[in-house]
């Protein structure tokens, strides 16, 4: 299904949005071939506009909208009013900018209400006071993930809204096809891609995530924006992908695309052949084969445990591997813990290793780098218990 032409020239933007989420390294999106970026938070964005704008990228801004799951009542008349005159400024702040293109009321604010009628009207009401305001440039909602029950909701008590902004993973494969089954007949954009989340994925006995390997990363980034995203233009504005920097969620490698070091990771050569259809003049290692005797059951602390990687450079430039052993993280946002003396001995691309002392869940991670500012990640959780 294709939406009416006339409709999407009407609103569209003046660009297939070629984006990824992030404030950091924006000469290196902007080389990449991208276009764009997603700031998920408009309260402090004056410098982040700046830097993209000197890059030649635009904006979506995603504006402040409350969230009843921290506490914002969206069945109260004066808390609605405030926040739309709070909207309205934010809009005002930036409206002149010349980066903004689009706007988002909020970010996955259905988030465990999208039953509640309060909160699309609310939206609704936002909607229509911001294209009131500002009229050429789209509004639209950012949804995490998308359901016929939030179409109809949007459908129904939202009608100024522009277009939606789907945040989706696994999901991303089969977008296209349920939103014409939902009978959504406006446009719409990816505003998150990537890998398989941590929640998607296959868990080992004790409930620890398998996080795919750098090389599986790269071939979702790639085939997903081939297939349901640029495929599905001109209904798809395009999109944003997830995470263009460093970022601590799930574990410390899983959906940034650089390390907290800079090196590049494979999921930035992937965009940058999406976008541009060339891939960057030096590639990223690739990690082939992790093979250990920690995966599948627990070890015993203090035991004697071993690893072995393979990788290839695409340059044949010269490769260095490093192996270290981190506790599983706890929370998102925080650095895992280094549990130093647990690598015992490295012999080439083989590593042995001396399990904790202490009982829990870890990981055993291993970095390969080029040298020339690009590498490769893998790790494998695994857990002590005395026995």
Same mark, same amino acid.
């Given at each position: ?19 990824? @989420? ?17 700031? @998920? ?14 890059? &030649?990228?635009? =904006? ?8 009843? %799951? ?6 109260? /008349? ?43 009207? &609310? ?23 998308? +359901?016929? =029950? ?5 459908? %129904? ?8 902004? @789907?945040? +989706? ?32 994925? =296959?868990?080992?006995?004790?409930? =620890? /995530? ?16 081939? %297939?349901?995203?640029?495929?599905? %233009? ?6 944003? /992908? ?7 969620? $799930?574990?410390? +490698? ?12 494979? $999921? @930035?050569?992937?965009? +940058? ?6 891939? #960057? ?16 059951? #627990? ?55 001396? /399990? #904790? ?13 080029? $040298? ?16």
């Amino acid at each position: 299904m294709i939406l009416a032409l006339a409709s999407l020239l009407a609103i569209a933007p003046p660009f297939f949005v070629k984006g990824a @989420v992030g404030t950091e390294r924006l000469d290196q999106l902007s080389a990449a071939g991208a276009n764009a970026i997603r700031i @998920v938070d408009a309260r402090n964005a004056a410098e982040t506009l700046d830097r993209a704008n000197a890059n &030649g990228l635009r =904006a979506l801004v995603t504006l402040d909208v409350g969230q009843a %799951r921290l506490g914002f009542d969206w069945s109260s /008349a004066d808390q609605r009013r405030g926040q739309r005159e709070r909207i309205l400024e934010q809009w005002e702040r930036y409206a002149a900018h010349p980066a903004p293109f689009m706007w988002s009321l909020g970010s996955e604010v259905e988030v465990g209400y999208d039953a509640d009628e309060n909160l699309w009207k &609310g939206l609704g009401e936002l909607a229509e006071a911001l294209k009131a305001k500002d009229a050429a440039r789209p509004v639209i909602l950012t949804l995490a993930e998308v +359901t016929q =029950a939030k179409v109809d909701a949007i459908v %129904r008590f939202c009608p100024k809204v522009d277009a939606i902004g @789907v945040n +989706t993973y696994a999901g991303l494969a089969s977008l296209p096809q349920r939103l014409e089954t939902y009978g959504w007949k406006k446009p719409w954009l990816v505003t998150e891609f990537g890998p398989f989340g941590p929640w998607e994925v =296959a868990k080992t006995q004790w409930g =620890a /995530a398998r996080e795919p390997m750098g090389q599986q990363k790269e071939d979702i980034y790639l085939s997903n924006y081939l %297939r349901s995203i640029e495929a599905s %233009r001109p209904n798809c504005w395009g999109s944003f /992908a997830f995470y263009w920097g460093h970022r601590y969620e $799930g574990t410390p +490698t899983w959906f940034g695309l650089f390390l907290p070091t800079g090196e590049r990771l494979g $999921g @930035v050569d992937a965009l +940058t052949f999406a976008w541009s259809r060339k891939w #960057p003049a030096n590639r990223c290692p690739r990690i082939f084969y992790l093979d250990t005797t920690i995966d599948q059951t #627990p070890v015993a602390p203090g035991s004697e445990q071993s690893a072995v990687v393979v990788a290839f450079d695409p340059d044949d430039d010269p490769l260095t591997i490093k192996w270290e052993v981190r506790a599983e993280m706890t929370g998102d946002g925080v650095e895992p813990k280094l549990i130093y003396d647990s690598i015992s001995g490295k012999i080439g691309n083989q590593v042995q290793i001396r /399990a #904790p002392l202490a009982e829990g869940a870890y990981r055993l991670v291993v970095v390969v780098t080029d $040298g020339k500012g690009n590498a490769a990640t893998a790790n494998v959780p695994f857990l002590v218990k005395g026995g």
